[in-house]
């Protein structure tokens, strides 16, 4: 995807409560009630709208930050991005410059809506969803914003346009940068380290990042190193340790580890594999999961093991 770079970037509530969040399906960027001034919006008419407000009681400040709204709605152009929350995610759009009345509507409904170009997307430029949970505070809290239409601070537009576009700034670029070398060489070490020591690493990054063992560990069980279970899900996994595995190391224990309790997930662990590994085909309805090098690395940075990888390793 080409970057994109809007002229402005506007914030829309989709109504109160989220009534309007149905314009993220109906392809529409919605505004307005169906008591405003149709008439006078549409014709830009804006002293019109203002007196209108007044009349229905709101004190001219009141007024003025209504009309305001309906202003940016109307007379922003085709370049203009909008963003907004709904479903646990950021969503953005380019709209057409033709404002029409929706007519009709009850009064929950919004008054007015502009065709999405496309359609109101929620990912970033590499197609990655943009749930709020990854995405600053800076942003999201305009989620908290009173009104109906504000427009982001600099410092909003650029987080906005970093994560829709997938770009990192340069502290990030060089974090990212920093983190990916430390997963290589980290990588590097797990290759030295003994079998037992590597069995030990598994054991103690399940553990830290949740499951607690049930069985020893190191193979008194057939065919699996250890079976562990998530503590607050209940759910349990069996996991086979090997150092090196090629395809067939593979298939031989995806067939053997699929004769263990149904309700069990199974996972080889391999920090060297040989070739490139996938798992065969389900034959229960679960697949052999593999934690394969880098994902290990991974998992042991995570998990906070990176020191006790390199005294090992030595």
Known sequence: ????????????????????????????????????????????????????????????????????????????????????????RMWWCFAGADVHAAGGGKDADAAFYRVVQGSWSDRDADGVVLDLDRLSTRLTQLQGYRRTICSLTP???????????????????????????????????????????????????????????????????????CVVEQSFTRERMSVQIKSKADQRVVDDYARRLDERAAGERIMLVCHSPIGKLAAPPATSGRRLELLLDEEIADLSINAGLIDWIIARAL
């Open 155 to 225: 410092d909003q537009a650029a987080l906005c346009h970093r994560y829709i576009n997938a770009t990192l700034d340069p502290v990030q670029a060089a974090i990212a940068e920093a983190r990916n070398n430390l997963k290589q060489h980290l990588g590097s070490l797990i290759q030295r380290l003994t079998w037992r020591d590597f069995e030990q690493l598994i054991d103690l990054a399940l553990a830290r990042t949740g499951w607690v063992r049930m069985s020893s560990l190191g193979g008194t069980t057939k065919d699996v190193d």
């Open 1 to 88: 995807m080409n970057q994109i770079s809007p002229t402005v970037i506007r914030y829309i509530k989709l109504g109160a409560g989220g009534r309007w969040e149905g314009a993220l399906d109906r392809g529409r960027l919605e505004w307005g009630t169906a008591g405003d001034d149709h008439i006078a919006a549409l014709q830009g008419d804006w002293a019109a709208v203002s007196q209108a407000y007044i009349a229905k009681g709101n004190i001219p400040a009141t007024a003025t930050g209504y009309t305001n709204e309906g202003r940016a709605f109307f007379q922003a152009d085709s370049t203009a991005m909008w963003v907004t929350f709904a479903r646990g």
